[in-house]
């Protein structure tokens, strides 16, 4: 199974930009996104459960950043809106089945991930 991650660039702060992520022909029940700057951890964006067709967001995102998903496609989306400059980050797509609500924002919960697509915005 490979998840294949793309969209990725250079923008300036306030700009829109929108990434993609399609499985090799698997479905999972949950598929989303963690993002990791320079230095520092790994951390959760967004995700989609298709379970109940609904979405979940880190603090730092939510209001400008919409995930979606195209189960005919297995593929996720993140719709990145008002991008500011510490949003600059390498952004991996994530794929699972085995997690719970209480473990969706933890990167270890998920067992297959993209290559990663490098995120810049310019202030």
């Known amino acids: 199974v490979q998840l294949q991650a793309s969209g990725g660039g250079l923008v300036q702060a306030g700009d829109s930009l929108r990434l993609s992520c399609e499985s090799s022909?698997?479905?999972?029940?949950?598929m989303g996104w963690f993002r990791q700057a320079p230095g520092k951890e790994r951390e959760f964006v967004g995700v989609?459960?298709?379970?109940?067709?609904?979405?979940y967001y880190s603090d730092s995102v939510a209001g400008r950043f919409t995930v979606s998903r195209d189960n005919a496609k297995d593929a996720v989306y993140l719709q990145m809106n008002s991008l500011k400059p510490e949003d600059t980050a390498v952004y991996y797509c994530?794929?699972?089945?085995?997690?719970?609500?209480?473990?969706?924002?933890?990167?270890?919960?998920?067992?297959?991930w993209g290559q990663g697509t490098l995120v810049t915005v310019s202030s």
């Open positions: 994530a794929a699972g089945d085995s997690l719970i609500l209480s473990s969706i924002r933890s990167a270890s919960a998920y067992a297959y």
């Open positions: 022909g698997r479905t999972f029940r949950f």
């Open positions: 989609f459960a298709k379970s109940g067709m609904r979405t």
